[in-house]
């Protein structure tokens, strides 16, 4: 007499089910001819496999295999599936791409572009605090939250905490419409657009809801210690040298710190000096703590901005010119 089958359900909710089975479900129609023992139902982020114990067991292994493989490369093929039916996942893609920091939504791939990308890539790998300092442009906080990303992904660290100072640059924040939240929604939207570029709109509002992904005010971090947290303080120019200490001492266990900001784009009243332009000064031979400086040959945007940059830093030095001869 046979042994009555067995059924197991899995569910795929903390990936993208539907770009992970494919059109038409393409790949799961491939999976089950490499499984022909059992029986595969698919249903929304649901999979239930029916067969028996020992085939359900060892096609566990392999689909944990590929949906970490998923999550890793933010895409799966049949030539993945087979490298992972053969040796378990390691594949010459995963070797040959090292350079590539997250796979984003719709394929993206996002990486260290420019010489000093990828030195800030290399300076956070061997640092817990890195100050990433250049201006608008260079991919300072684009590279950072992918690099949190990733330590998320690789369970490095248990959550991203990214944090900037709520600073006016020119207008009122007391007369925007909405609660607190709706008025810091603006000065924390590039980190918005960073995250949603590298991780499907569900499981993000996931990491929201559960404060795996925490996106706050630089005066909400006072009184807190930070701990097994990747933790991104950005447009750290408008901190002020109290504010700074503050966040720099909330540091807990294995917690990374970045610090970016722009020196030339300092928005805080004239009476107030930032506490970033002072922290490079004080802590740069601190063991532990990297300063790494990036330029206009790192701006990726469109070609404009980096002339525009130049004939900013063109006027300021003509202007500290007149300044100096002014005061000879």
Do not use: C
């Amino acid at each position: 007499m046979e042994d009555k089958p067995l059924e197991k359900i899995f569910s795929l909710e903390e990936i993208d089910h539907a770009r992970f089975w494919g059109l038409n479900y393409k790949l799961l129609d491939f999976v089950r001819i490499l499984f022909p023992k059992l029986k595969l139902v698919a249903r929304g982020e649901m999979l239930k496999a029916i067969g028996s114990a020992e085939d359900i067991e060892f096609f566990e292994g392999k689909l944990n295999a590929m949906m970490t493989y998923y999550e890793k490369f933010g895409r799966i093929n049949e030539n993945a599936v087979m490298q992972i039916m053969e040796n378990g996942g390691t594949t010459p893609e995963a070797e040959t791409n090292e350079e590539i920091l997250v796979h984003g939504r719709n394929g993206l791939l996002v990486k260290a572009r420019t010489p000093n990308q990828k030195i800030l890539v290399e300076a956070v790998k061997k640092n817990d605090m890195v100050f990433a300092i250049g201006p608008a442009g260079t991919g300072k906080t684009y590279t950072a939250v992918a690099l949190a990303v990733r330590a998320l992904k690789n369970k490095e660290v248990r959550r991203i905490i990214l944090t900037r100072p709520a600073v006016e640059a020119g207008e009122n924040l007391g007369f925007l419409p909405g609660d607190l939240r709706d008025k810091l929604d603006p000065y924390l939207q590039p980190l918005y657009d960073a995250l949603r570029d590298m991780i499907p709109q569900q499981k993000l509002l996931g990491y929201w809801e559960d404060s795996t992904i925490e996106i706050a005010p630089l005066a909400f971090m006072r009184g807190r210690t930070l701990d097994n947290a990747f933790v991104i303080l950005d447009e750290a120019q408008n901190a002020t040298t109290a504010q700074l200490k503050m966040f720099l001492t909330r540091m807990g266990r294995n917690a990374k710190f970045v610090i970016t900001g722009d020196i030339t784009q300092i928005d805080l009243p004239r009476h107030q000096s930032s506490g970033l332009v002072q922290a490079t000064k004080i802590l740069k031979d601190v063991e532990g703590i990297s300063i790494v400086e990036l330029d206009n040959s790192d701006v990726i945007r469109h070609r404009l901005v980096t002339r525009i940059i130049r004939a900013y830093e063109r006027n300021m030095e003509a202007s500290d010119e007149a300044q100096s001869q002014l005061q000879d």
